[in-house]
């Protein structure tokens, strides 16, 4: 995430809740990612949290590096998990060409609009030719704190569309979706998927 110190704060303080709430399963557009990746793909997370995810990807054969911007996140996913977690905020990714796909489920919404260009140009480095990315976002136009503290950016499809293709990204799809986020509220979201060519 981004080093909004009340956003790493409030993640930092509350991981027995984010186990109760979220950890039954992996995120659900998850496998369908997968299933576009060759065998044994390296792929870098973005706010692994927990590690379900990290988990659910190795356990489907892939090289998996889970990162998170929070200690506290880190410890539970490598204690419950094994998934062998790094703490790294989003704005601290400076690989170059390293991983065949990027995996940011439900946590670029942490990034302030103005530093989002930034963030996905970081990304794009850090993918090979052909590399795979998704992340998800809430739907709107602005930004609030959540009543848990956290920052929260609202962005549109368009905006996203364009934002990707700024930054060297092939969109592939951005699908809308309904979701209940850690603050309980059943928000709307969109599903961004892309390639680096």
């Known amino acids: ?46 706010g692994c949290g927990t590690g379900r995810d990290a988990a659910r990807m190795i356990a489907r054969g892939f090289t998996v590096d889970p990162t998170d911007g929070t200690r506290a996140m880190v410890e539970r996913a490598n204690g419950q998990r094994g998934v062998g977690a790094r703490v790294m905020r989003f704005d601290e990714l400076d690989a170059q060409e390293e991983y065949d796909a990027v995996w940011a489920h439900a946590c670029l919404f942490h990034v302030p609009r103005a530093q989002l260009p930034f963030v996905l140009a970081a990304i794009h480095r850090a993918l090979r030719s052909g590399g795979q990315h998704y992340a998800s976002f809430k739907l709107g136009d602005d930004e609030f704190r959540d009543d848990r503290g956290r920052l929260n950016s609202r962005v549109s499809g368009d905006e996203m569309a364009g934002l990707y293709r700024e930054t060297g990204f092939a969109v592939r799809s951005i699908i809308p979706w309904q979701g209940e986020g850690a603050d309980g509220v059943l928000r709307e979201w969109i599903a961004v998927t892309a390639h680096k060519d």
């Not at 009340?6 to 496998?31: C, G, I, K, N």
């Open 1 to 46: 995430m981004s080093g909004d110190p009340a956003t790493l704060a409030h993640y930092e303080a509350s991981v027995p809740y984010y186990v109760s709430a979220f950890d039954r399963s992996h995120s659900r557009h998850l496998d369908a990612f997968l299933d576009g990746l060759a065998t044994g793909a390296h792929i870098l997370e973005l």
